[in-house]
């Protein structure tokens, strides 16, 4: 099956730092997906990106869809205590089946 | 009010036992899904739903079984529970995003599940 490969695995970062992760594939995806996970909390979509080359912000956070459609990176700016959390990517395809494949996560620690 | 509930939110049974945990949605959709998540693993597709009358086995299925009893509720069974069981469980759902064709997943808040 698909696989993605989510970096880094954590991050530890002064607070007002910029940030990126990305996933890559071994796979073409059609969409791909941000979500964050506060502790206790289930995933909650941040950005979708549904066409190849895409670069979509949604306030402090960037994400693009890579153009060979087998990468995306997420970028956030000048970081705050409330970015704490693991954000996952997700690659879907399109097709019936329409399930995500998620990458492992990257958990973000903000230093004040 | 949520999009999604699950319940319960925490339960410890013990091995063998037959457990259930419950999903429900108040956003309409008709795609529902459940989910594993292990520390460092990520989540993993258990089982899906396209609509009351469709079930398919996801990625890790086996130990498994579900039900859909109506659009808004599905449920997962463990019918003889074991310790690598343990783990979160989040039910989540899908509908059409923004440009129609692709689906955008919406999650509950999870079941944390400890089989001792």
């Known amino acids: 099956g698909q696989q993605l490969n989510q970096s880094p695995q954590s991050m530890f970062i002064q607070e007002g730092e910029d940030v990126s992760m990305n996933c890559t594939s071994s796979?073409?995806?059609?969409?791909w997906l941000w979500y964050k996970q506060d502790p206790g909390e289930g995933p909650v979509l941040l950005i979708a990106l549904y066409k190849a080359g895409e670069l979509t912000s949604n306030g402090r956070l960037t994400a693009q869809f890579g153009i060979t459609r087998k990468d995306s990176f997420l970028n956030i700016s000048a970081s705050i205590p409330s970015d704490v959390g693991i954000y996952f990517c997700?690659?879907?395809?399109?097709?019936?089946?329409?399930?995500?494949?998620f990458g492992s996560g990257t958990q973000l620690t903000v230093l004040p | 009010d949520a999009d999604v509930t699950q319940t319960p939110r925490n339960r410890i049974t013990k091995t063998g036992k037959r457990i259930m945990l419950e999903c429900s949605q108040t956003k309409g959709h008709d795609r529902m899904y459940w989910y594993r998540q292990d520390p460092g693993l990520g989540l993993r597709l258990i089982y899906y739903?396209?609509?009351?009358?469709?079930?398919n086995k996801g990625e890790i299925s086996d130990g498994y079984s579900v039900s859909r009893q109506a659009q808004a509720k599905f449920s997962l069974s463990l019918e003889s529970a074991i310790p690598n069981q343990t783990a979160l469980y989040f039910c989540?759902?899908?509908?059409?995003?923004?440009?129609?064709?692709?689906?955008?997943?919406?999650f509950g808040p999870g079941t944390r599940l400890t089989v001792t």
């Open positions: 989540a759902t899908s509908g059409p995003g923004p440009r129609g064709n692709q689906d955008e997943q919406y």
């Open positions: 739903s396209f609509d009351v009358k469709d079930i």
């Open positions: 796979s073409i995806f059609n969409t």
């Open positions: 997700a690659g879907q395809l399109t097709g019936s089946a329409r399930q995500l494949t």
